[in-house]
């Protein structure tokens, strides 16, 4: 699929196969298709297609997904760039938060 991808590794979007069921539900609410059940399990297809919304997460009954929803890093760093905001994307690694780098 050729989809709009925002910032290369940069998303912060984890699956946890030990605990996914194989039951869809990412696939069905997912708008950018990250996902796709493989041997009855979720695998994420390309994770550069994640633009962190947040509905695989809200919608997995078993916590196998997680993501820091919101507006995403590119939005973020964007926003930064037009003076709107500072330019980040709040995807820091603890150690280097105060060094203000993106991971």
Do not use: W
Not at 31 to 36: D, Y
Not at 58 to 78: E, H, P, R, Y
């Amino acid at each position: 699929m050729n989809t709009l991808q925002y910032l290369k590794n940069t998303v912060s979007l984890k699956l946890d196969p030990n605990l996914c069921t194989g039951c869809g539900l990412c696939t069905d609410v997912c708008p950018h298709a990250v996902f796709e059940i493989r041997n009855r399990k979720a695998r994420i297809v390309d994770l550069n297609d994640c633009m962190e919304c947040g509905a695989c997460a809200l919608n997995c009954q078993f916590d196998a997904i997680t993501v820091k929803s919101g507006v995403g890093c590119a939005a973020g760093i964007i926003n930064g760039m037009l003076g709107n905001s500072n330019a980040a994307c709040d995807c820091y690694v603890e150690s280097d938060r105060s060094k203000n780098k993106c991971c």
